[in-house]
């Protein structure tokens, strides 16, 4: 089955710091990939997502690329900020039947 | 354009008791899901509409969970009676084409 596994958490940054975020996925057949962004009270808001191989998806500075070799799809982005803090969501849809599986979420926090 | 709408934000409830939670998608879309997200874990799907009409409930305990979907717009999970482990966030997400979910700002239900 579809499975999704990405970096336990939680991470703990300083603003303007790097941040990179492991996932990697186990598929049968070829799905599309997302990344998803939980603030704090919230609900679930799409980042960006990667229907095909080497696409990179970006969005608010956040990059991840499709990488079909690897079975990755790492989320970066070069300097964060306060702001940024949330839990994040690697996920997989199956283009089958469009099922979304999640990974467990990583927490990031940001300080300043 | 109005996103999806649930209801209530909060419950707390002692168990054996018995719960329902509303949601309103966006409007026309056709696909609605419906997410338990426990404490540190991803969402998993626990039901999906296409219309008014059960596409996927294989991962709903159907022996305390039950939803419906009046006339293909607004939807409502129940659980009775409520065990512990039932607390969690409940997620309400829409889709017009299958393959980008929208999701709404969940119920976090406690169960005592």
């Known amino acids: 089955g579809n499975s999704v596994t990405q970096m336990e958490g939680p991470v703990t940054l300083s603003e303007e710091a790097f941040l990179t975020i492991n996932c990697t996925y186990t598929?049968?057949?070829?799905?599309?990939l997302f990344w998803y962004v939980q603030y704090p009270g919230e609900g679930l808001q799409l980042l960006l997502k990667?229907?095909?191989?080497?696409d990179k998806g970006s969005n608010k500075g956040f990059e991840a690329t499709y990488r079909k070799e690897t079975t990755s799809f790492h989320l970066e982005k070069g300097s964060v900020q306060v702001s940024d803090s949330a839990v994040y969501f690697c996920?997989?849809?199956?283009?089958?039947?469009?099922?979304?599986?999640f990974g467990a979420g990583t927490t990031v926090t940001v300080r300043a | 354009e109005a996103g999806v709408a649930q209801s209530p934000r909060y419950k707390i409830i002692e168990k054996r008791q018995s719960v329902a939670f509303w949601c309103n998608p966006i409007?026309?879309?056709?696909?609605l899901y419906w997410y338990q997200q426990i404490l540190g874990q991803g969402p998993k799907l626990l039901i999906q509409?296409?219309?008014?009409?059960?596409?996927?409930d294989s991962q709903l305990p159907k022996d305390r969970f039950s939803a419906e979907r009046l006339k293909g717009v607004d939807s409502t999970l129940k659980i009775q009676p409520a065990k512990l482990e039932d607390s969690a966030v409940y997620l309400c997400?829409?889709?017009?084409?299958?393959?980008?979910?929208?999701f709404g700002p969940g119920t976090r239900l406690t169960v005592t």
């Open positions: 509409f296409q219309n008014n009409g059960v596409v996927d």
């Open positions: 990667a229907t095909k191989a080497d």
């Open positions: 409007s026309g879309h056709a696909t």
């Open positions: 996920a997989l849809s199956d283009k089958r039947d469009y099922k979304l599986s």
């Open positions: 598929a049968t057949g070829y799905p599309s």
């Open positions: 997400a829409s889709s017009s084409t299958g393959y980008e979910q929208y």
